[in-house]
């Protein structure tokens, strides 16, 4: 009898799941991407993810020239030495990346010397091309995002982009990060795509801009963490800086059950910029929110509304 009501159990759960993925209309399997199964359907790319880190690139006061900004230093850069320490910002490596950015001289023309860049002025221990932030703010690093708002009339896109002031402001703006490999076919997310994530089982939605490339599809701004929590602002919580100095450090990774979905196609490119390239919005920061709600609200809509979303982004 055990045996066969085991069988019964295993055959209505089996058909349970065939119900459930066939409840997502028009679904079609893709290749996983980051050990997540990815659904399309309507030019909409479906997922699920128990956890979302904390982002907090493109926010002005991302990364501070004494370490002094919401995000470790060690988070942006890595030491060079030791050898087996280089690129590295991890258990005893940490230390390392550290003492490397203790001694740094502060001019950004030397950083390259005893540091790479994991984050912070490029990515895979490239040399560090670093800016500082222009006056008042010169203590301050340019912390940059993929995507960048349009940029004031006559204000040529090679000097515009890399402005402060053109990047997402991660405490402001609600944006995802998507890795760069998922812009590739069959997928074919573009940052600057439009979004929406929903918290299971509370029902708590937000909008989002794709703004941002790297993580493994479990990355996402300040504000967005926020609002998915339900707040105005993350909290922070009291550090030591690499410079022995206390500081204040944004927290903020959140665990649960999100349901997200991707609106391909809906990134508002300047004409000028080429799918692949710069990624630079026809909308001013002062119209991006108004926008990303507008559009997520009707691509919504025009899926079938947040049932969709929970049906196609499972696990």
């Known amino acids: 009898m055990r045996a066969l009501a085991l069988t019964v159990f295993m055959i209505f759960a089996l058909s349970h799941a065939v119900r459930a993925e066939s409840a997502c209309s028009n679904g079609v399997r893709l290749a ?6 990815i659904i399309v359907a309507e030019d909409t790319l479906f997922f699920a993810t128990n956890n979302i880190q904390l982002d907090i690139d493109g926010a002005p006061s991302a990364y501070g020239v004494r370490d002094q900004g919401l995000e470790d230093i060690c988070n942006g850069l ?18 390392a990346c550290r003492a490397a950015f203790g001694s740094w001289d502060g001019n950004p023309q030397t950083l390259g010397g005893t540091m790479c860049s994991i984050g912070l002025g490029g990515g895979a221990c490239s040399t560090p091309d670093v800016r500082l932030q222009d006056p008042p703010q010169q203590a301050w690093f340019v912390s940059e995002t ?6 004031p009339q006559g204000t040529p896109i090679p000097v515009w982009i890399a402005t402060q002031a053109a990047q997402l402001d991660s405490t402001k703006t609600a944006y ?7 812009r ?22 937000v909008a989002f801009i794709v703004g941002d490339v790297g993580g493994a599809l479990d990355e996402g701004s300040a504000r967005l963490l926020a609002e998915l929590r339900g707040i105005d602002e993350l909290p922070t ?13 944004l927290s903020g990774a959140v665990d649960g059950d999100f349901r997200l979905a991707i609106f391909r196609h809906t990134a508002a490119l300047l004409p ?13 920061a002062s119209e991006l929110e108004g926008w990303i709600e507008e559009t997520a609200h009707d691509r919504l809509q025009a899926i079938g509304g947040v049932t969709q979303v929970v049906s196609c982004a499972n696990f």
């Not at 890595?78 to 230390?95: I, M």
């Not at 995802?176 to 998922?182: A, L, M, S």
């Open 32 to 37: 996983s991407y980051g050990g997540k199964k």
């Open 78 to 95: 890595a030491p060079l030495r030791p050898p087996e320490c280089r690129g590295k910002n991890q258990g005893t490596c940490y230390s």
């Open 146 to 151: 993929t995507v960048r708002v349009a940029p």
């Open 176 to 182: 995802f990060v998507i890795p760069n490999g998922f």
């Open 184 to 205: 590739a076919m069959p997928w074919d997310a573009t940052p600057g795509d439009i979004g929406i994530v929903v918290h299971q089982p509370s029902g708590n939605q």
């Open 237 to 249: 919580v009291k550090k030591i800086s690499a410079l022995g100095e206390p500081v204040q450090r």
């Open 272 to 284: 000028s910029q080429l799918r692949g390239k710069l990624s630079v919005l026809d909308k001013s």
